[in-house]
């Protein structure tokens, strides 16, 4: 049996602290495996019906990370013209991906035709998959900071563009585009506090007790 003592918890703690979405990042590639390695720890996430619906894409192709980049200006220009006054001029200011430095791209979709797990709890809960895969990248992200590495997830993008860019299924929903190398800076805060967008709140918040 494995046991887990109290410098452990100690450590996990302060990894869930200091795991942070990196948007940039140092120019070191990262070493040879190390996104393989990344994926492994991914797959031993729970999945419903241990359908184990993620699908990783390693995108290495000059031309398709440079799609993928120009999908995210123009989409993060769209959403620049959602905001107006102070919150455009701040939004103008964030940093929102880390598309040109990242060494790693990695986009993660949920395989919604599987038949994998049998059906098991999706019957009433088909969003189960997309629930799954989110959890994988949870891991992934832990995971990945524990070996110094920093992940930036990346969701200001048109899922139908990242579909036609990157030839996937058709039954595969896009889930996450993952900008992944070594951070250029650590900090126990996230960057949108910092940047004063927002600020992170306490669980008392967010609990119902009945
Ligand atoms: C589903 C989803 C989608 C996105 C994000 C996260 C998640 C969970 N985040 C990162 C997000 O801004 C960040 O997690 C919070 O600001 C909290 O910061 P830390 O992750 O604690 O550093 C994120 N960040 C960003 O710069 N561009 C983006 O498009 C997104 N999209």
Partial sequence: MVEFDDTFRQHLRELFVWRRDVR????????EGAIERLIETACLSPSVGLSQPWRFVTVDDAARRRAVTDDFKACNADALNCYFGDRAAR???????????APGHLAVFADK???IGHGLGRATMPETTEYSVVAA???MWLSARADGIGIGWVSILSPDRIHAILDVPHS???IAYLCIGYPEAECDRPELEQAKWEH???ADEFTLRR
């Fill in 24 to 31: 940039r990042f140092r120019s070191d590639p990262l070493p």
């Fill in 200 to 202: 992170r709140r306490g």
């Fill in 137 to 139: 990248i949870t891991a």
């Fill in 91 to 101: 939004y103008a200011t964030l940093k929102l991906s880390g598309l040109d430095q």
């Fill in 172 to 174: 595969w929903k896009f």
């Fill in 113 to 115: 035709a599987s038949s």
